[in-house]
């Protein structure tokens, strides 16, 4: 029987005997922009360990929030702002009875106020550079009115708060739709004499316009509200009207060379540090339709919600494969259902940075379907990205007779640091013994992913037949990130053939594979191990024989096998306290496998227990998941 030679107490009330350890990071951050000036509000998230009287480390977390106002001469409500907050110096130090913690973070905010504005950019030597050239902008005005419902009877309607949200566009020839939400926050007197609060959304669409659009383009959407009318018609009877101006630009992507002068007003320009690479991933998902097919007359996909991850020299893509399926029924009625499949996809771009920005023009160039045996529908499609790898700076261009372009202008930007301060009382009521013991657990952590490698290779004699071939994995590596791992590898296939003369010929080729793998839980700082291994191969000769396709289907695994120290309650000591125990076979910090009695129940109505659920060697059992006590503290 092993005993405890580590007896953790802790005894309460606890008092702090030094700090070990203290972290803080920035959480919601937010800006509002006035006249001249932004105000920033955001949350520092602090963790703090403490080392008590009881001997034990002790963590508290808690969020002080802080707010400031940075000047920006020129600043105007409407324009966009770019916040940062970064945490330069986080300390902290005990009071002199040791009751409270004292903590101290100095946060670093800057501002970046810009407007958006369209000037004529004069054609030079700097670049190139990727500008959005004007085709077209016009202001329009929409009427939207709608009756609505209110919760109360009313006597009248105080304030009318409105806010319309621009939800999707959609670039047609010369003309932009537009769809959106007027959000309206409703203030009115009831009859009851109370004020009350209520909200309306009101879905709108239309559309403006614009000689020269073109499908593929971009359009930037600026709405303002003009007039806003609330009437009564009835008491719960709420009627809205009002008048949205649209300012509509619509804009094509352009690489171009500008002149760049020595002074003047800054333009944020995009400069492009890259070749253009173009890659394709595939999305492929069963889905089962809601009535009987007999057939598909047609499926519509279109990308949305696209946003990148960089890491050193990979560019990570994630978005929504948004499809449209038109079916008839068995009925011969004609059905809709949407579907979205959310994608992740990535590629090497050697030399992208993080704080790079990668421009991406998704195209779906692809889309087959077929039934199941099941009755589920099989859809799958291909995706083409052409990603452009930027870099951002700030620079005083030179205006005039040129292209027309739509750029942010810098109209100003400024730091400033300010003190967070914060005292965190330690206070545990009560008194209690508890009596700790460390284990160690062994925690592992898999995922599996497939990917296709689809490669042609050119053959010198035309073939006929195929022969024999087989491919081979090697220099497989894993790079792990959060809840992620990146699993890439070397390929090399041999592909035996007769040629038209009846001689059997040999090619071999290399590539290269990638593969996302999921893997909750799994952070970059930890050790991976990958592998791959080929599951399938389709060989294919191609019309006229001068080249061999192959289709090979590649399964990548990634494992992270972890060790973790859990200190376990072994006892608790304190009056009318019964408790119930557990005989386990434990490895423990030296090495050795001892048994011990763990505490897997503590009878008390004015104690707060917290359980773990640990895979654990139960005596005369085996290994089974236990709900084993970690902490009690008194309510």
Known sequence: MYESKTILIRQIPILARKIKKV???????????????????????????????????????????????????????????????????????????????????????????????????VSGPYGPILAEAVVGSVAQQVLVEETATLENAAVKVAEVRTEPVIQGTEVMENKVIIQAVLHNQVFYVGEDGISHYQTVDIPFSGFVEVPGALPGAKAYVEPLVMANEATLPAPQELQLKSVILMSVTVVSETVTGIAVAAAGPLYRVNVVIGQP????????????????????????????????????????????????????????ISYHQAEDVAFTAFTDYPGVLPGHVVNIEPQVEYTAFEFLSTGELYVKNIIRFRLTVLEIQNLHVVTGTGIVSHMPQIIGSSTKQIMVTDTEPIVVPGELKVIKDPIVISEELSGTRQTQVNHTVDVSHPAVALSETHCIIENVSGTPLDDTVIVDGDLRCFISYVGSDDVVYHVEFN????????????????????????????????????????????????????????????????????TEKLLVRVKIPSGEIVEMYVVIEVYDSDLIVTKRTLMLDVVGEGIRPVDVVVDIRKI
Do not use: C, W
């Open 23 to 121: 972290t803080a990071k920035i959480i919601n951050l937010g800006h509002i922009v006035l006249n001249d000036k932004v105000i920033v509000q955001g949350m520092v998230h602090k963790q703090l360990y403490f080392v008590g009287t009881d001997d034990i480390t002790h963590h508290m977390s808690d969020n002080i929030p802080f707010g400031d106002l940075v000047e920006i001469p020129g600043a105007r409500p409407g324009m966009q702002a770019n916040v940062t907050a970064d945490i330069e110096e986080t300390t902290a130090g005990l009071s002199p009875k040791g009751d409270s913690v004292i903590v101290k973070v100095v946060v670093k905010i800057g501002v970046n106020v810009e407007d958006i504005v369209n000037i004529d950019v």
């Open 277 to 332: 690479k173009d890659f394709q991933h595939l999305v492929e998902s069963s889905i089962a339709l809601q009535n009987l097919a007999s057939k598909v007359r047609e499926i519509k996909a279109g990308i949305t919600g696209l946003h990148t991850l960089i890491i050193r020299d990979k560019v990570i893509i994630q978005g929504i494969l948004h499809r449209q399926i038109y079916y008839v029924g068995t009925d011969n």
């Open 511 to 578: 590539d290269r594979f990638s593969v996302l793998v999921p893997l909750p839980g799994v952070n970059p700082s930890d050790t991976v191990k990958a592998s791959a291994m080929v599951e399938h191969i389709d060989t294919d000769i191609l019309p006229g024989g001068n080249q061999i396709r192959q289709l090979i289907t590649i399964r990548a695994f990634a494992k992270v096998l972890r060790e973790e120290t859990v200190y376990v309650v072994t006892d608790v000591e304190g009056p009318g306290i019964t």
